[in-house]
């Protein structure tokens, strides 16, 4: 069997174990090395000082495994288009769609696994490793020389037939495989998400800064979110999907999506106010293997805090409120952020009741600068009905 014979069995054995797309790509070393030594130098990368590690291996993918000569790419779909619970509630609709099921990196591993028992069972000797979104490879660029997407300028992949709502992992291998023909750009002069982006997170197209970036804040960074980012989040708790819903090639995919990327019904019931209460067990419980615990329980609470400040329905004050009680400084911080945003006279009550048990400093803070700009709110209401009031003419 000759390689491009082993290239359409893999691949095909690729789609049977449930991937949507597959494709070979030949291991070379990076053509964007420069580019990306640039991004990290300006610290793009934020604090995702993984990406700094293993810099010889992420640029050149033949380091990954010994011997190795090819890579299989394969792509999942996620987007869910019909499922219409997840178009109700108030936190669901801002949960990236990729996160709101099962974790990705267990499904698609199991998939690679079989798929590389089957190689190895075929062809024996064969020398394989897998890899979805954790190791030391630069999966878009490999992902787009096996013809699996091109890059769009919001630096995802771009596929003519299903968008951009897909998933990627590789299996490496030492055997030698025909790789597949790129695809060719499909931006043209489109710059929708370049626009779009709610952050400005493009410096230019194909660059992404992270540190503008709303999936970035809500996902990768631990600890209080600056404040002068807060607002520019929006009300996005996991991640962010404006660059992919306004670009022109996903409308109107009918995709089917994968059941495991189906938001099940024991967390369906969630919303903002019930995430921000949220005891660790019941955490537990019902984010168990998703990607959303990447974010972790005091992550998810903070962003949910920050989601209603910017919303700023005086709905959510309650749980605003008792979540100046809850064990996290962060959590209790960005509780006093969202006051300080839709509070009102009892908002005031409650921070300066809070304010007199809080002893963390960072907290402390967070609490007297709300309680300012209540109050600052306040005097320039009762200073507006002051010039309101009607002056006595005799
Ligand atoms: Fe901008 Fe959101 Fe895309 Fe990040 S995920 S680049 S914030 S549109
Ligand atoms: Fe390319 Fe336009 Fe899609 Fe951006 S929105 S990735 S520029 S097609």
């Given at each position: 069997?000759?390689?491009?014979?082993?290239?359409?069995?893999?691949?095909?054995?690729?789609?049977?174990?449930?991937?949507?797309?597959?494709?070979?790509?030949?291991?070379?070393?990076?053509?964007?090395?420069?580019?990306?030594?640039?991004?990290?130098?300006?610290?793009?990368?934020?604090?995702?000082?993984?990406?700094?590690?293993?810099?010889?291996?992420?640029?050149?993918?033949?380091?990954?495994?010994?011997?190795?000569?090819?890579?299989?790419?394969?792509?999942?779909?996620?987007?869910?288009?019909?499922?219409?619970?997840?178009?109700?509630?108030?936190?669901?609709?801002?949960?990236?769609?990729?996160?709101?099921?099962?974790?990705?990196?267990?499904?698609?591993?199991?998939?690679?696994?079989?798929?590389?028992?089957?190689?190895?069972?075929?062809?024996?000797?064969?020398?394989?490793?897998?890899?979805?979104?954790?190791?030391?490879?630069?999966?878009?660029?490999?992902?787009?020389?096996?013809?699996?997407?091109?890059?769009?300028?919001?630096?995802?992949?771009?596929?003519?037939?299903?968008?951009?709502?897909?998933?990627?992992?590789?299996?490496?291998?030492?055997?030698?495989?025909?790789?597949?023909?790129?695809?060719?750009?499909?931006?043209?002069?489109?710059?929708?998400?370049?626009?779009?982006?709610?952050?400005?997170?493009?410096?230019?197209?194909?660059?992404?800064?992270?540190?503008?970036?709303?999936?970035?804040?809500?996902?990768?960074?631990?600890?209080?979110?600056?404040?002068?980012?807060?607002?520019?989040?929006?009300?996005?708790?996991?991640?962010?999907?404006?660059?992919?819903?306004?670009?022109?090639?996903?409308?109107?995919?009918?995709?089917?999506?994968?059941?495991?990327?189906?938001?099940?019904?024991?967390?369906?019931?969630?919303?903002?106010?019930?995430?921000?209460?949220?005891?660790?067990?019941?955490?537990?419980?019902?984010?168990?293997g998703t990607a959303m615990k990447r974010a972790k329980l005091e992550?998810?609470?903070?962003?949910?805090?920050?989601?209603?400040?910017?919303?700023?329905?005086?709905?959510?004050?309650?749980?605003?409120?008792?979540?100046?009680?809850?064990?996290?400084?962060?959590?209790?911080?960005?509780?006093?952020?969202?006051?300080?945003?839709?509070?009102?006279?009892?908002?005031?009550?409650?921070?300066?009741?809070?304010?007199?048990?809080?002893?963390?400093?960072?907290?402390?803070?967070?609490?007297?600068?709300?309680?300012?700009?209540?109050?600052?709110?306040?005097?320039?209401?009762?200073?507006?009905?002051?010039?309101?009031?009607?002056?006595?003419?005799?």
């Amino acid at each position: 069997m000759d390689g491009g014979e082993k290239s359409d069995l893999i691949c095909a054995w690729a789609l049977e174990e449930g991937f949507d797309r597959a494709g070979v790509a030949v291991l070379d070393r990076s053509e964007h090395e420069e580019a990306f030594e640039r991004w990290l130098e300006r610290g793009e990368h934020g604090e995702m000082s993984y990406l700094e590690k293993r810099r010889d291996v992420r640029l050149d993918p033949r380091l990954i495994l010994d011997g190795a000569r090819s890579a299989v790419c394969v792509a999942l779909h996620y987007h869910p288009l019909r499922d219409s619970v997840e178009s109700e509630g108030d936190l669901w609709p801002r949960v990236a769609r990729y996160a709101r099921g099962s974790d990705y990196h267990g499904v698609m591993e199991r998939r690679l696994e079989a798929l590389a028992e089957r190689i190895c069972a075929a062809f024996p000797g064969t020398g394989t490793r897998l890899y979805v979104d954790t190791g030391p490879v630069l999966e878009r660029e490999l992902a787009a020389r096996a013809g699996i997407g091109v890059a769009g300028k919001n630096t995802n992949l771009l596929h003519p037939e299903s968008g951009s709502w897909f998933l990627l992992g590789e299996l490496f291998t030492t055997l030698e495989l025909r790789p597949d023909p790129p695809i060719s750009d499909l931006c043209g002069s489109c710059t929708r998400c370049l626009e779009e982006c709610p952050t400005g997170a493009f410096p230019e197209p194909y660059r992404l800064d992270s540190n503008r970036c709303i999936s970035y804040w809500t996902i990768e960074h631990r600890g209080p979110i600056p404040s002068h980012v807060r607002s520019s989040i929006g009300d996005w708790v996991f991640g962010c999907d404006v660059c992919q819903e306004v670009c022109p090639v996903n409308p109107g995919r009918d995709l089917w999506p994968e059941g495991e990327f189906h938001l099940p019904k024991r967390r369906a019931d969630l919303d903002l106010a019930s995430l921000l209460s949220l005891e660790r067990e019941r955490y537990v419980e019902i984010f168990r293997g998703t990607a959303m615990k990447r974010a972790k329980l005091e992550g998810l609470k903070r962003n949910a805090a920050v989601a209603m400040g910017n919303r700023g329905d005086k709905r959510y004050l309650p749980a605003l409120s008792q979540a100046l009680c809850d064990a996290d400084p962060t959590v209790r911080g960005h509780a006093a952020w969202a006051l300080g945003r839709i509070g009102n006279e009892a908002a005031v009550e409650v921070l300066e009741s809070a304010l007199g048990d809080e002893e963390h400093p960072v907290t402390r803070g967070e609490i007297t600068a709300s309680l300012q700009v209540l109050r600052d709110v306040g005097g320039q209401k009762q200073n507006q009905a002051q010039a309101d009031l009607p002056t006595r003419v005799d």
